[in-house]
Nanobody, 123 residues
């Protein structure tokens, strides 16, 4: 069973920044596209960003485009989400996900999930 462990969440004021990290076991990471999703209270889990295994291609939800950056360090088996200019509507539990093969934008296409990390943006 693959293990994904997120870290870096917390409380930040609107306009601030946070960087989330997700460490994966090497076997999973080397064969997987990675993604970040988020889920706010009472809402469905939504796509935030994904990245190809090579890191050569990324995709973002319109709501975060220009503010968030996904990246990966294959040597460390870690994927990151740099979040800048945070807004209160970014408040959610953020989940890291992995799937073998090409990246997708739909949650049920991902086989492996982390436990989530809370991000709270105050106004």
């Amino acid at each position: 069973q693959a293990q994904l462990v997120e870290s870096g969440g917390g409380l930040v004021q609107a306009g601030g920044s946070l960087r989330l990290s997700c460490a994966a076991d090497g076997r999973t990471f080397s064969t997987s596209a990675m993604a970040w999703f988020r889920q706010a209270p009472g809402k469905e889990r939504e796509f935030v960003a994904n990245i190809r295994r090579s890191g050569s291609l990324t995709l973002y939800a319109d709501s975060v485009k220009g503010r968030f950056t996904i990246s990966r360090d294959n040597a460390k088996s870690t994927v990151y989400l740099q979040m800048n200019r945070l807004k209160p509507e970014d408040t959610a539990v953020y989940y890291c996900a992995a799937r073998v093969g090409s990246p997708r934008g739909v949650a049920n296409e991902y086989e492996f999930w982390g436990q989530g990390t809370q991000v709270t943006v105050s106004s």
